[in-house]
């Protein structure tokens, strides 16, 4: 019994109120004019019903007079029809959209309010489906159907009582009907939803693989994996395929099975009423009424076994928003740029010890004091975890034991506006968004001028390439506009790093893609804007870093070495190593030169 029940899903369709309740109670004057409506058209169901008995009675009697006043209140029923019938329509419209636009937001701000380590662990193509298909199939609790779903018992009532006044014995038969349509309505809503669920996670994995196809062209094509990637798609879209038709041929058995009862159900009160009109109990007009009437009663109930399919592809669609929406998220609002954020004085790792994964520690029991306005580098072979501790320092993970502490504060006890307004990051992969590269520098803080725009972005060393675009500033980037080189998108990232304005600049092997000349200037203007920063710089190549105030060894989770340039130079240790390692590398390649 329990899992009959299960099948039924009600904890979905609850669930799904509960997430719509909150809009539908927004938009709740608009459900009452549509309510107000539905009540017109009740009234107009049982007129019209009226209107056919009346004038065939006329016709038959042979009372013109009768037949001719009938006329004007035929043509009100029509206009009245009409009106209700647009603005039915406007208003579902009108809800649903405004509806689904909220719930966009509230999905989108969602996702922008779980952490780092918890959407890493969702697939893009998921959370696009979110967007592209689940918010739309909210639409079957939200719109028509939610009025359908008061309307059509409505009508069935006074459609039964107005039939009871013609003939009780005819009116009792279509009670037979009743639980057919319920029983088959529950059967075909299971079975619409199991397969409708399949098909959204179908659409999923087509759409997390049509990402990762479009990101990944260069590799397709180096590769000649073109056909590989149009069989695996294709193969996914023969499978969607396979669950559409599916879907198709259940929705189809589902409406003949409703449309042969609708029949059968016509043909028999058709049969019994002409019988009743043979032997005189009714005229042919109520007959004629009856049947409309029994129209109206049968429509209305195989309808109600068609929103119960809707409610639970809805339902469906919040299990799998549920996936983003009942994350728990550590604040309720999105961080905002602090003007110039907290300057500390400083930083420290205490104890810090962290993994990604419960099996593999990464960063072990790692103690580390950043002195404040020095530049500090963070050196140390590929896997190293040195990316993590920039991860750590943001407060995007949170170490499983140890603390990291700004000014003696936790810095989990900072709001994320006061510790994100503290960082700026020029990351491993640059990423720009597509608009015009002023655009992009401006969205480094609010207020920012022309003359702190172009100084930051001669401080980049970029400021003379932009000059020679078509638009300059202006020029648009990103797919439809100026393709940039890796190193011209780093520069501009650097710029806007560097308006940012941050107390704490974090450089990701920010300048690897610059050429050693563009190096040299970018390193000389950041050098001069460091004086006042406290910088980490993470490098792979140690000459870049000679310079630093302290050098940040790391190998394995753990620090193994500290000290400037010319201490570490001295000592038997990894950092000697990787700078012998290097020139050898760099005499290999300059010998090959010459060659
Ligand atoms: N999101 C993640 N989930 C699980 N493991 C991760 C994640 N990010 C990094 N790792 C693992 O953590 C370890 C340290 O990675 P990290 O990126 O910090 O190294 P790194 O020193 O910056 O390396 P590189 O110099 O190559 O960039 C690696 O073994 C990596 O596989």
Known sequence: MTSILNEFNFTGIRNTFKLVSPYIFKNVKFYVLLIILLFVDILLTIGFAWFFGAITDAAVQGQFEKLKSLIPIILTLIVISLFSTFFKTFLESYITSNIRRKLKDHVLKQILLISPEKISKQRSGDLLTHFTNDISSIDGVIGSNLIYLIQLPLVSIAVFIYMLQINWQLSVISLFIIPFAIIIGGIFGILIRNNSRNIYNKI????SNLTETFQGLSVIRSFTLENFSIKKISNLN?????LEVKNAKLRGNFYVIGEAISSITYI?????GAFFVSKGQISVGSLLTFVTLMQHLINPLTGLAGI??????????????????EVKTENSELPIYKNKGRFPEKIKFRNVTFSYKPQTTIIKNLNLEIPTGKVVAIVGPSGAGKTTLFQLIQGYYKPQLGQILMDDVPINNLSPSELRSTYALVAQETFLFSGSIKDNLLLARPNITQN?????????????FIMTLPEQYETEIGERGVRLSVGQKQRIAIARAILKDAPILLLDEAT??????????????????MKNLTTLVIAHRLSTIQHADLIVVMDNGEIVQTGTHEKLIKEEGMYK????IQNMVKNSELDSLAL
């Open 204 to 207: 999923g994995d087509i759409n």
């Open 238 to 242: 023969n499978q969607l395929f396979k």
């Open 268 to 272: 028999a009160s058709l049969c019994l």
């Open 308 to 325: 119960w399919g809707s409610f639970q592809t809805s339902a469906s669609a919040v299990e799998r928003l549920s996936n983003v929406l």
């Open 452 to 464: 702190e725009m172009i100084n930051a972005t001669m401080h980049a060393n970029i400021h003379e």
């Open 512 to 529: 690897s893609a610059l050429d050693s000349e563009s190096e040299f200037h970018v390193k000389l203007a950041l050098d001069h804007l």
């Open 577 to 580: 190593r990787l700078t012998q």
